[in-house]
């Protein structure tokens, strides 16, 4: 497909490294706010402060951002003839655009960063109407997207409010001064296909579109307001008994009253009232033994915090303690074993947009499994996931939404004859590099690299399942991987830090590796200078014929303490599934969709 109209005279936000977002909102924990205590106990997102705009849309798509149908933001347009399309959802797998495209290292455009292709860059313009509800006056009024790949502008009423990018992290807007109460609102959205953080989500999975997760309409009280949320468990040296301290971030100044439940919902400490300063109010409890939490023993607290009789927030506590101790990761002081699972999202007819009944699913049968962890693999889950890990009882490696191996393939194209000649593990080294220097080692991406960290933590640190982050994957090693530590250690320090081209763990809290023999990972823990632990973040390849050599990586993993599990890759296979010529159904990779390049079925 060709592009008929000429390119701007200014850089585009979508193709600029230096605007990752504008007018958004800081992030912040994944908290909603209820009226009453009752309603925020029985965690019914149906009874909170907020209005799920997900359903029918309409839809018009483009091959590039420049030939999007100008004006459609305006209130005058008439979009009667459009389209409708299903949010959550990837315009790709609803009739939209070229379809599917599958690949596992290599870019789907032509490489220059940081620029993205202006051509063949499909553009999604979304619309939709919507009513400010009538309790949500005299409220602060927010726009909450989930997910958008890969980055997006809206429009309230015809004006423009802001851009953000960051395909699987969450962005809010305000938009108090742009809605009209007692009035229908008109939303309108861009969506751009790729944007100079393209570069940096080449995940080994299918290249999938769209407003893909949630979006809400949410009413905070303007008065004063909780902004944000952060709750550590600290136990003892004896793990006995604990403190439980709490970090509350108010829109302004006020009082602040909270209550500890346990799983009954009975009292476990008294009532606390603290009055803010600045804004920020902070409190501890003391908690006589607690029932710690597990993956095996999975127990919940209930907090409840208030401002007023109007305004209620429920966070769920599990009392764990993540330690890197006597050189292995201990949870409430004792050395874990990681039987876990790489999970992509992944539905075979909803791609990324997996349906919160069929995510349930996969924990249970996970669970049914004796699957104990999970690694995010390559990104920030969908919110719920979390939720559900923290009630069923998972370890999680939270991983942030970081790649960019396709920069490999070119690294490797560069070498000369006497360097390609090189074993293979010496030549990988040499490759990757030279891969890290166009962004994992280049400080123009050092603000992206930290952005995605930072947006991972805030949504998910309240979840007591998440013991460690991840800096991402296949991104090789370079110094936005240590800004993005040094940020992560300086914010939250209660969780351990993964990242597996860190190979001699020089900034992280463990070793690391893929698919190693086993005679290797035996030798590393028969080495008695290693003081951090190792991990086998990929192993036992399940895809297509199946794993093999489980019992004798799991017997390592037990009779060696320095070696302390994996996460077997991975949980389901990538397909989509299509239909042949013949009408018969089957499961597509890539190559089945007309998508060049490609990388099959992996």
């Not at 958004?24 to 924990?29: C, E, G, H, K, S």
């Not at 495209?101 to 313009?125: A, K, L, M, R």
């Not at 166009?438 to 995605?452: E, G, K, L, M």
């Not at 982050?469 to 914010?491: C, K, P, Q």
């Amino acid at each position: 497909m060709t592009s008929s109209c000429s390119f701007p005279s200014s850089r585009p936000e979508w193709a600029n490294l230096e605007v990752l977002h504008r007018n958004t909102l800081a992030p912040r924990a994944d908290f909603q706010i209820y009226n009453s205590e009752k309603e925020a106990l029985a965690r019914d997102r149906r009874h909170a402060r907020e209005v799920n705009l997900s359903g029918q849309w309409k839809f018009d798509l483009t091959n590039s951002p420049l030939d999007a149908v100008p004006g459609f933001e305006q209130e005058t347009f008439d979009s009667a003839k459009w389209p409708e399309i299903t949010v959550p959802g990837h315009w790709q797998l609803q009739g939209f655009g070229r379809g599917p495209h599958y690949t596992n290292v290599q870019y789907p455009f032509f490489v220059d960063p940081p620029h993205p292709p202006y051509i063949d860059n499909e553009c999604g313009s979304y619309l939709r109407t919507f009513d400010i509800p009538k309790d949500f006056a005299n409220s602060q009024i927010r726009l909450r997207f989930e997910g958008v790949d890969s980055a997006f502008h809206i429009w309230v009423n015809g004006q423009e409010v802001g851009y953000t990018q960051g395909a699987r992290n969450p962005s809010e807007f305000d938009i108090t001064t742009y809605v009209r109460q007692g009035e229908t609102n008109k939303l309108a959205v861009r969506v751009y296909q790729f944007c100079d953080g393209s570069y940096i989500e080449d995940q080994d999975q299918w290249w999938l579109s769209g407003i893909f997760r949630d979006v809400f309409l949410i009413a905070f009280p303007r008065e004063v307001h909780f902004e944000d949320f952060a709750v550590t468990t600290l136990l003892d040296k004896s793990y006995n008994n604990a403190e439980l301290k709490v970090r509350a971030v108010l829109s302004a100044d006020g009082v602040v009253k909270s209550r500890l439940l346990d799983a009954d919902l009975k009292p476990v400490a008294d009532v606390v009232e603290s009055t803010s300063t600045d804004g920020t109010v902070e409190w501890t409890v003391s908690v006589q033994s607690p029932r710690k939490w597990t993956a095996e023993d999975p127990y919940l607290y209930h907090l409840i915090c208030s401002i007023g009789d109007a305004q209620f927030v429920h966070h769920r506590v599990g009392f764990r303690q993540v330690e890197l101790k006597d050189g292995l990761i201990k949870v409430n002081g004792k050395r874990v074993v990681f039987k876990g699972a790489n999970r992509h999202e992944l539905h075979p007819t909803h791609g990324r947009a997996v349906p919160y009944e069929f995510m349930k699913q996969d924990l249970l049968l996970m669970k049914t499994h004796n699957i104990n962890a999970i690694r995010t693999c390559h990104q920030p889950s969908d919110p719920r996931l979390y939720d559900l890990a923290d009630e069923l009882g998972f370890w999680v490696m939270d991983e942030a939404d970081v790649e960019c191996h396709g920069f490999e393939t070119i690294a490797d194209a560069e070498l000369d004859p006497a360097e390609k000649a090189l074993p293979f593990f010496d030549r990988q080294r040499l490759t990757r590099g030279k891969a890290a220097s166009w962004t994992s080692n280049n400080t123009a991406w050092r603000a992206a690299y930290v952005d995605r960290a930072q947006h991972m933590v805030h949504r998910d640190k309240l979840h007591p399942s998440v013991i460690m982050w991840s800096l991402g994957n296949e991104a090789f090693n370079g110094s936005n991987h240590v800004a993005m530590t040094d940020w992560i250690r300086s914010y939250d320090a209660t969780r351990l830090i993964h990242y597996e081209p860190d190979l001699d763990a020089e900034y992280v809290d463990m070793h690391s590796r893929m698919y190693p023999h086993i005679k290797d990972i035996i030798e590393f823990a028969e080495n008695d200078k290693r003081r951090k632990p190792l991990v086998l973040c990929e192993y036992i390849h399940a895809m297509g014929t199946g794993p093999g050599n489980i019992k004798e990586y799991v017997d390592a993993f037990y009779n060696h303490a320095l070696l302390q599990g994996g996460w077997v890759w991975e949980w389901a296979n990538h397909g989509l599934l299509t239909k042949g010529e013949d009408g018969a159904e089957y499961y597509g990779y890539g190559g089945d969709f007309g998508d060049e390049p490609h990388d099959g079925n992996f």
